[in-house]
């Protein structure tokens, strides 16, 4: 589990909580950092989430253990290009994107024969802020990580990372690319474009100085997420479209019905449904919805 030379690709929040991460644990010897921001760089440095900085992607990947690719995911395709050619044979290639079948398509068009090399993973541990300065070695404790393995992967470098990420204190699970971009749009894709929606919403109305002059605990709870960084949150959106349509409409179609209720002032109909919201949500907070099978 222990990797000497580790690259990551993308020093943000992600990236640079994975190295700090594998720092306190000591897994890690050395830890080079790349990316397009040379301050968000600087700053990681300094902060001690690397102890070097790279050129660029593939002079990070030269001669390292494991890569680390956590930038937007439409950056992927040109990102495993550039570092087909300077990867060890030994070498284990993950990432951090948020969805899975189009980083499963870039890797296999940017790496090509090396596609055995490349084990895809999404760490469930996003927060609002971003980049370097917001860093946290704590931030897998206890949060998931899912691995979406693929057919050529080597079990020995699957093992090696579901340990990896088990050792810095996540809970590993395992799913298909379709299946977890399925999973995702729905729980995460889906929250996070209603949130920016609704806060571009307000935003936009005449009265917005006095919308948001009232807005208190409610709404900053429902649009924390809008904080989010937008370009990757572009990116995710555009990747996993089909899905995420398929979600919205779902949610057009629920909202239409609590349209029916209100208009026709069909308040027991309206409990009924805030209850078992309110049961649903307070069994997951429990864990209650967890089986073996998910575990």
């Known amino acids: 589990m222990f990797f000497a ?8 929040l992600i990236g640079g909580s994975f190295s700090l991460a594998l720092k306190e644990k ?32 593939a002079a990070a990947a ?15 395709k040109e990102i495993f290009h550039s570092i087909s050619q300077h990867l060890r044979p030994s070498a284990i290639v993950t990432d951090a994107g948020s969805t899975k079948r189009d980083v499963v398509a870039a890797a296999r068009a940017g790496l090509g ?3 055995a090399q490349f084990v895809p993973a ?22 998931r990580v899912v691995l979406t393995p693929l057919k050529e992967n080597r079990k020995q470098d699957v093992d090696a990372l579901a340990a990896l990420w088990s050792g810095i204190g996540a809970r590993v699970s395992r799913m298909t690319p379709a299946e977890h971009d399925e999973v995702f749009a729905a729980v995460s894709h889906l929250p996070h474009l209603l949130a920016y929606a ?28 809008a904080s989010s960084h937008p370009e990757m949150w572009r990116d995710i959106c555009v990747a996993n479209r089909d899905r995420l349509l398929h979600e919205l409409h779902l949610y057009e179609k629920k909202l239409k019905e609590i349209s029916q209720m209100l208009e026709t ?9 805030f209850a078992a919201a309110r049961a649903a949500r307070e069994k997951w907070l429990k864990g209650g919805w967890l089986n073996g099978e998910y575990e």
């Open 5 to 12: 030379r580790v690259a990551v690709i993308g020093v943000g």
């Open 26 to 57: 000591k897994l890690c010897g050395h830890v080079v950092g790349a990316g397009r921001s040379a301050a968000n760089l600087k700053t990681a440095l300094e902060r001690g989430l690397i102890d070097s900085i790279a050129a660029d992607a």
């Open 62 to 76: 030269n001669g390292a253990d494991l890569i680390l690719v956590s930038t937007p995911v439409l950056q992927f």
């Open 113 to 115: 024969a090396k596609i």
């Open 122 to 143: 999404h760490p469930i541990a996003g927060a609002e802020h971003s980049g370097a300065a917001a860093a946290n070695p704590g931030l897998f404790r206890g949060r």
């Open 198 to 225: 609704l806060v571009d919403d307000i935003s936009a109305r005449a009265n917005a100085a006095q919308l948001f002059g009232y807005a208190a605990g409610g709404f900053r709870d429902f649009t924390r997420i």
């Open 265 to 273: 002032s069909d308040a027991p109909a309206l409990e009924k449904l």
